[in-house]
């Protein structure tokens, strides 16, 4: 079974680091690229930073330069280090796993969507 579960959100001041964390199981991490998502409140959902399998990144403008995300396969899991927090980075934070598999000799492929529960972030004094 596959689950993703965020970890390490909390509250922090402006100006603070914080990481939280994906923990992915099913051994589908190799095969996916990882998107981390915030949504604030009355907000519509923001894609953050983007990884792929083979470590290329790109951020939201808002956040590039302080985000940086990284993956550890050999942990199934990926992580956002965020620094230099501002207030309007507040939000539930989530995971999102789009996995591909080559599952047969043609080349036929195999594409699924998983989604965590998210870990809230609060940057407040």
């Known amino acids: 079974q596959v689950q993703l579960v965020e970890s390490g959100g909390g509250l922090v001041q402006p100006g603070g680091p914080l990481r939280p964390s994906c923990a992915l199981s099913?051994?589908?991490?190799?095969?996916?690229?990882i998107d981390w998502f915030r949504q604030a409140p009355g907000q519509a959902r923001e894609l953050v930073a983007h990884?792929?399998?083979?470590?290329?990144?790109t951020y939201a403008a808002s956040v590039r330069g302080r985000f940086t995300i990284a993956r550890d396969d050999a942990k199934n899991t990926v992580y956002l280090k965020m620094d230099s927090l501002k207030p309007e980075d507040t939000a539930v934070y989530s995971c999102?796993?789009?996995?591909?598999?080559?599952?047969?000799?043609?080349?036929?492929?195999?594409?699924?969507?998983?989604w965590g529960q998210g870990t809230l972030v609060t940057v407040s004094l």
């Open positions: 099913g051994n589908i991490l190799r095969d996916s690229s």
């Open positions: 999102h796993a789009e996995f591909n598999r080559v599952v047969n000799v043609e080349g036929a492929t195999v594409e699924k969507h998983y």
């Open positions: 990884i792929t399998t083979g470590g290329n990144t």
